[in-house]
């Protein structure tokens, strides 16, 4: 892989992270609905469509730039990462019984014609946020990382895990907006992207944090 195409790589990451959380700002969003107040109701649905579209950008790269291996897993090794990508894999689709998945799609909105620039979604704390703040991010983080890598592979495992670390505190600051000291609370008990033993909510205490007012 040539210097340009690394360079190119790079690039092409850091325009779809500064794209994607520039269309997700509350500023961005304020002023769709101050000048295209009747586009609204499809902006989530049509925010996510460009996302998942322009992800191809950066995929057909790595795709088309592979090369040697820099690590490959063996024996022991491939079933643990296969082990702990499987488990990561389980976990996600597991979780999405917590998630109000028309609301994250945004037919919801679609269909229910909602303006507000605000997201819809309740503070609630599935059994996984008991423990991590963001726990997709920290799944994605596991798959990421258990697979083989080639050197655009590496560079674009490192560039999402950097996005995953600025854009969950993006992400927080309007969970901040939307949700207040209930949000501050949680965050000083939980922490962000790696569970940590002496870090988590009990059930109880999970409980009384989404009643709190």
Request: aromatic share 18%; net charge positive; with cysteine.
């Amino acid at each position: 892989m040539t210097n340009a195409a690394i360079i190119s790589l790079i690039s092409i990451w850091l325009f779809y992270f500064g794209l994607h959380s520039f269309l997700a700002s509350l500023s961005f969003k304020k002023l769709i609905a101050e000048f295209f107040p009747g586009f609204m109701p499809a902006y989530r649905l049509t925010f996510n469509i460009i996302a998942i579209i322009l992800l191809f950008l950066p995929l057909g790269f790595i795709y088309m730039a592979h090369g040697e291996p820099l690590w490959q897993w063996h024996g022991v090794q491939s079933w643990i990462a296969n082990g702990l990508a499987l488990a990561a894999l389980a976990l996600y689709v597991w979780s999405l019984r917590f998630y109000d998945s028309s609301e994250f799609s945004g037919f919801r909105q679609l269909h229910n014609k909602v303006r507000t620039v605000e997201d819809q979604e309740q503070f609630c704390l599935s059994p996984l946020h008991r423990y991590v703040r963001h726990p997709w991010y920290f799944l994605a983080l596991i798959l990421i990382w258990t697979r083989e890598m080639d050197l655009p592979t590496l560079i674009s495992a490192i560039m999402i895990s950097g996005y995953f670390i600025v854009g969950s505190r993006l992400e927080e600051n309007k969970l901040i907006v939307y949700h207040g000291e209930r949000y501050q609370k949680y965050r000083q008990k939980v922490s962000a992207l790696f569970p940590l033993p002496w870090k988590f909510l009990t059930a109880e205490e999970a409980e009384k944090l989404t009643k709190l007012r």
